[in-house]
């Protein structure tokens, strides 16, 4: 019913800057919250950010508070994370998500039903 699809994604060196975007499509009115999300090899996606309808109010994970910066257009049903000061830590593979389940942000994988591509985004040393 919702469709994902993001782009920006690609190598950047350490300390440089890089904009995700996710663009949503199809049945968009129930897509109470958008959120971004990173998983490396071996590891669980964990949550990185997330933002809710109204845009009031952002979630942000400890790790990338203060660096990370994520909006929501709901006119152009696009979600962005900018991402200033990076770090080789931040490389990973970097999904868009989205949840018509919750109206409220959330760290949870389960509380979102929609995902995006995961583009990869390394940071060089």
């Known amino acids: 019913q919702v469709q994902l699809v993001e782009s920006g994604g690609g190598l950047v060196q350490s300390g440089g800057s890089l904009r995700l975007s996710c663009a949503a499509s199809?049945?968009?009115?129930?897509?109470?919250?958008m959120g971004w999300f990173r998983q490396t090899p071996g590891k669980e996606r964990e949550f990185v950010a997330a933002i809710r309808w109204s845009g009031g109010t952002t979630d942000y994970a400890d790790s990338v508070k203060g660096r990370f910066t994520m909006s929501r257009d709901n006119t152009n049903n696009v979600a962005n994370l900018h991402m200033n000061s990076l770090k080789p830590e931040d490389t990973d593979v970097y999904y868009c998500a989205a949840s018509s389940l919750y109206w409220e942000p959330g760290t949870q994988v389960g509380r979102y039903n929609y995902w995006g591509q995961g583009p990869r985004v390394p940071v060089s040393t």
């Open positions: 199809g049945r968009t009115f129930s897509m109470y919250v």
